[in-house]
T-cell receptor, first 109, second 118 residues
Framework: GQNIDQPTEMTATEGAIVQINCTYQTSGFNGLFWYQQHAGEAPTFLSYNVLDGLEEKGRFSSFLSRSKGYSYLLLKELQMKDSASYLCAVMDSNYQLIWGAGTKLIIKP | GAVVSQHPSWVICKSGTSVKIECRSLDFQATTMFWYRQFPKQSLMLMATSNEGSKATYEQGVEKDKFLINHASLTLSTLTVTSAHPEDSSFYIC??????????????FGPGTRLTVL
């Protein structure tokens, strides 16, 4: 079967760095997405990786290793507003999105 | 874990026809379901929120007569795109919010339906 695994919850301190991991097993691969979702709001697109390596976008970076079925989202200089759920999703060979359950990130002062 | 399915996975239709997309929560009851639209590498745009047994709440700018939503049961919501036009071509994603104790804030997303209108 297809599945995406990511931690349920993580806690970090304001100003610190946190890495949210995502491992996947899917039938085919057409890219991996990271979304941020604040409570009661629609998910916001953060990144899309289809080739191996690190993509940096401001305070957020996303890494992909297709051979390992592994990605991580790295958040630097954490701010209180980064408290949210972070969703990992993989697009499979049929261009369907397989979603992780999301990681709730709690930022403490 | 909770699973949400969508049917069909993809559909191609002629301009002017109507298309129905189903969203089902397979192993849990969902009091609330959401319909989103996604353009490539962009954030999900919330179209409407549907609660079982009541009328859907549409976001500003979404035509309720064009995008008909029916949430007839706790496990099924349907989105019908009426008189579809090429500009309606998009990736439609639904999500369901569980009504389980302790999980009321968790949304589970469907795999999406790719609509192409010729």
């Amino acid at each position: 079967g297809q599945n995406i695994d990511q931690p349920t919850e993580m806690t970090a301190t304001e100003g610190a760095i946190v890495q949210i991991n995502c491992t996947y097993q899917t039938s085919g691969f057409n890219g991996l997405f990271w979304y941020q979702q604040h409570a009661g709001e629609a998910p916001t697109f953060l990144s899309y990786n289809v080739l191996d390596g690190l993509e940096e976008k401001g305070r957020f970076s996303s890494f992909l290793s297709r051979s390992k079925g592994y990605s991580y989202l790295l958040l630097k200089e954490l701010q209180m507003k980064d408290s949210a759920s972070y969703l990992c999703a993989v697009m499979d060979s049929n261009y369907q999105l397989i979603w992780g359950a999301g990681t709730k990130l709690i930022i403490k002062p | 874990g909770a699973v949400v399915s969508q049917h069909p996975s993809w559909v191609i239709c002629k301009s002017g026809t109507s298309v129905k997309i189903e969203c089902r929560s397979l192993d849990f009851q969902a009091t609330t379901m959401f319909w989103y639209r996604q353009f490539p590498k962009q954030s999900l745009m919330l179209m409407a929120t549907s609660n079982e047994g009541s009328k859907a709440t549409y976001e500003q700018g979404v035509e309720k007569d064009k995008f008909l939503i029916n949430h007839a049961s706790l496990t099924l919501s349907t989105l019908t795109v009426t008189s579809a036009h090429p500009e309606d071509s998009s990736f439609y994603i639904c999500s369901a919010r569980a009504s389980l104790a302790g999980e009321s804030d968790t949304q589970y997303f469907g795999p999406g339906t790719r609509l192409t209108v010729l």
